[in-house]
């Protein structure tokens, strides 16, 4: 078993390092794929995007998503927290409820509200990405609070610790995987998501998949979606080996959109 799972181990890594080279060239030497993209489109003047580098793009895109799922992972776990203690217990469902009102909402019409307020570029495309993420890691941190044993945080009460001890040293180190999960989920809905803030100006990899649609270049649009594509794969990577170091379990096994099941595992 250990000698076989080595072996996939390492395939998988060889598989992430190509993939990973493959991005960082295309992301620093993407005019000299020019040749390429004159072979595929002919009849195409222009087949590489120009108009930023793609170095340029890949920076504000990773920008905008640090941002909005930083901002979305300190809100959600408050937020998870405050439902999770005896003083907010009764608010969970609407809690709930709230959230998945933000999932559920069409960005292109968060965005379409948000530019009379807030006016073009990065801030609507912010806020839109912000409510697009809370829900997975609001789910994953109230499963993983739930899912720890009530004896556990019996013994803590028992030794001595304060509610704020207890919940920083105890429940929310056991609750990290599921929390992990959930931040994994919103982190790579957050890449593709962000791309549509290039319709309202925000500087993106969706620069030249927006720029390729409205002039008809589809190798623009292929450049755009091949690097967010090898940006999403890396980052869900990055995220699987840390899950690996914190002894995550499966993704089957995890009840990051289902928060009752915490409360089950707890229960038992």
């Not at 930083?70 to 969970?92: C, D, Q």
């Not at 909402?105 to 809370?134: C, D, H, K, R």
């Not at 993106?204 to 649009?221: C, D, H, K, Q, R």
Request: with cysteine; charged share 15%; proline share 7%.
């Amino acid at each position: 078993m250990r000698p076989g799972r080595c072996v996939m181990i390492g395939r998988s890594d060889i598989i992430t390092a190509i993939l990973f080279l493959a991005f960082i060239a295309l992301v620093l030497f993407m005019p000299a794929a020019a040749p390429v993209f004159h072979w595929l489109f002919p009849d195409n003047p222009r087949p590489v995007f120009l108009r930023a580098s793609f170095l340029e793009l890949t920076l504000a895109h990773a920008q905008l998503v640090a941002l909005s799922a930083g901002a979305a992972a300190a809100f959600a776990i408050s937020i998870a927290i405050f439902v999770t203690r005896p003083v907010g217990r009764e608010f969970l469902p609407i809690v709930g409820a709230l959230a998945a009102v933000g999932q559920t909402f069409p960005p292109a019409a968060v965005l379409a509200l948000a530019v009379p307020a807030l006016g073009y570029g990065e801030a609507p495309t912010l806020l839109a990405l912000f409510l697009y993420s809370i829900l997975p890691i609001l789910e994953g941190t109230i499963a993983g609070l739930h899912a720890v044993r009530a004896d556990v945080r019996e013994a803590a009460d028992g030794v001595g610790f304060s509610p704020m001890s207890k919940l920083l040293r105890i429940e929310l180190p056991l609750a990290a995987p599921y929390i992990v999960a959930g931040l994994r989920t919103s982190v790579i809905i957050a890449i593709g998501t962000a791309t549509i803030g290039s319709t309202i100006g925000a500087l993106s990899l969706g620069s030249p998949i927006v720029e390729g649609l409205a002039a008809e270049n589809t190798a623009y649009v292929i450049e755009g979606a091949i690097v967010v594509a090898l940006f999403a794969i890396l980052v869900d990577r990055g995220f699987e080996m840390l899950e690996r170091r914190l002894v995550i379990p499966s993704r089957s096994e995890l009840p990051a959109s289902r928060p009752r099941q915490g409360a089950a595992a707890a229960a038992r």
